[in-house]
């Protein structure tokens, strides 16, 4: 029996143009991209996924990077937040691992040489020896989930709060679905799946002393983050002074000129970037974290390799 | 040097006043301006002081177009061991000479990040009175545009422009565009063509980003914070990001 044609037609309109319909405004993936300021630097998100979960993706982001700096930032230190005290005992395994390399304490010595507030300048050594006195971790106290710090003492997190942001940020887009981007706060990064050429990711270490790229990694599913003398300093008579500070001497720390670090945590390789940059035996250091590499550059520009090897070519 | 000296002379040259003004200054860009007829005496001395101030990376130049001048410099700053390269890329300087409608005395000055810069130093003042000396006007004025940023960066062919961190916009830098991005402050305009893109004005008060020099090189950005604006050039395949 021959269906009429009419009621070929209402066959069509109820069932087929619907499911056109959905089939056509089905969620298409794409690259997207968005650049904002944060961290007092401009940060990248780039990640494949369709254009109304970015707009949430990068929401998100900016919300989450907001939070670390309100609860980070000099200004505005909580002692008794669980963020603030979850840090701070990463940061005092950071501290006990580096033998006192990595220091979040050191924010009297940055206030000290202008570094937080201008003009840069350089401390007499008395000056320094005074502000030594509230510099070190071990004098900070941790009572019934607050912090408890001498009068004088100040947190710097500037060492490790943006790898954190970085680490939240990847696990959120992670968690939303996305799986192929990165995230890039002004030098710590991470980033996970294929890049649009369908290789892992090609990051470009920025050369210490001349414009253009010292090498480029090609990492994926990893962080990254470099510690540099060049990022924020000052020179007075030829000589550099920089806001790395070896928290032992007070002074900014010598014989390197960046320290790339590159590992599973965005937190670790912010923190290690640090603590290999400040101290004189990086290697004993890096031991310590075998899922870790770095990258140094020392003061004569001599490159060293070291720790867990990833893929990196020398330009 | 005196910049007195130097504003003296720049409100007397209403060309350098249009030159200075139609040059794009921006961070990380300086520029030396010799007034003389002979700079090829001259150049050499000041570039030398520059060296020793560590402005000048590298002992490169090269020229932009040509001019009757070029041969005297060349010849001048290859006896004092300056490197010549025809590609402006690679060097640290590139010159042009321009004359001026009127005569006036001589003089030099070096703008830095848009400011002037004063650099003292016994042989720059000697040189300054020598340059005066026997009171002869000179009508050709010198430029040294010292560029060293964009050296090892590749040329861009897309620039992306965002509002509010939001990508708003993307342009192809070959084709001649003008656009206008409205913001919650107010209005930007962009236009694109030869291979770069500039702000071309702006609703914001500083107007730093209509000074800045037009963006054509991967990763380079010029940013509007009052109107939460930033165009960039987007990277090529070389690589996909940057940290450091």
Redesign the interface.
């Known amino acids: 029996m021959s269906i009429p044609p009419l009621v070929k037609k209402i066959y069509f309109v109820l069932f087929l143009s619907p499911l056109l319909l959905f089939l056509n405004c089905a969620p298409q993936e794409a690259w997207q991209s968005a650049s904002f300021l944060s961290f007092d630097t401009v940060c990248e998100v780039h990640l494949r996924c369709p254009r109304s979960k970015f707009h949430l993706a990068q929401e998100e982001v900016q919300r989450l990077f907001v939070e670390i700096e309100n609860h980070f930032s000099p200004r505005r230190q909580d002692l008794s937040s669980c963020l603030v005290i979850g840090l701070y005992r990463r940061a005092l395994d950071f501290y006990r691992q580096s033998d006192g390399c990595f220091d979040i304490t050191v924010g009297p010595l940055t206030r000290l040489w202008g570094f937080l507030d201008r003009p840069y300048r350089i401390p007499s050594p008395r000056e320094l020896k005074n502000v030594l006195n509230l510099v070190g971790m071990e004098k900070i106290k941790e009572y019934e989930q607050n912090l408890i710090l001498d009068p004088g003492m100040e947190l710097d997190w500037g060492g490790i709060a943006k790898g954190l942001g970085i680490d939240l940020a990847y696990n959120a887009l992670v968690s939303m679905g996305v799986d192929r981007g990165y995230i890039n706060a002004g030098g710590d990064l991470a980033c996970w799946g294929k890049n649009p050429d369908n290789e892992d990711w090609k990051v470009g270490i920025n050369h210490p002393r001349r414009s253009g790229y010292l090498g480029i990694l090609s990492i994926s599913g990893v962080a990254a983050a470099t510690t540099g003398d060049y990022q924020r300093f000052f020179e007075e008579n030829g000589i550099r002074y920089h806001h790395i500070f070896d928290p032992r001497t007070g002074y900014p720390a010598q014989g390197k000129q960046s320290v790339t670090v590159i590992g599973p945590e965005a937190l670790v390789c912010d923190a290690l970037s640090t603590a290999l940059f400040v101290s004189e035996n990086p290697e004993h250091i890096l031991d310590k974290y075998p899922q870790y590499g770095s990258l140094i550059v020392d003061s004569e520009g001599k490159i060293s390799i070291l720790g867990k090897p990833y893929s990196f070519r020398l330009l | 040097m005196d910049r007195r000296h130097f504003f003296q002379t720049f409100l007397m040259t209403p060309l350098v006043g249009s030159l200075m003004a139609s040059i794009r200054l921006s961070k990380g860009q300086s520029q030396l301006y010799m007034i003389t007829d002979s700079p090829q005496d001259f150049l050499w001395i000041i570039l030398q002081e520059l060296e020793k101030h ?1 402005l000048i ?1 590298e002992r490169s130049f090269s020229f932009s177009g040509s001019s009757a001048f070029e041969k005297a410099i060349y010849k001048s700053l290859l006896q004092k061991g300056w490197i010549y390269y025809p590609d402006p890329l690679k060097t640290s300087f590139i010159l042009s000479s321009q004359l001026l409608l009127h005569s006036v005395n001589p003089s030099f000055t070096f703008i830095k990040d848009g400011n002037v810069l004063d650099i003292r130093s016994r042989n720059l003042s000697s040189l300054w009175k020598g340059m005066q000396k026997d009171g002869h006007r000179s009508s050709l004025v010198t430029i040294a545009c010292f560029n ?6 590749p040329r861009g062919r897309w620039a ?1 422009v ?1 509002v ?4 708003v916009d993307r342009l192809s830098l070959k084709k001649k565009t003008s656009k206008t991005y409205l913001t919650k402050q107010g209005n930007v305009a962009v236009e694109a063509e030869g291979g770069q893109a500039k702000v071309s004005e702006s609703s914001c008060s500083q107007k730093i980003c209509c000074l800045s020099a037009p963006a054509s090189f991967c990763g380079e ?1 010029i ?1 509007c ?1 009052p109107n939460h604006f ?1 165009l ?1 050039i987007e990277r090529s ?8």
Not at chain 2, 164 to 167: D, F, K, L, S
Not at chain 2, 237 to 244: A, L, M
């Open positions: 560590h990376e060293t940023k964009r050296r090892s960066l992306s965002y509010y961190g939001r990508q950005r940013i914070a930033l960039e395949s070389f690589v996909d990001t940057s940290i450091g």
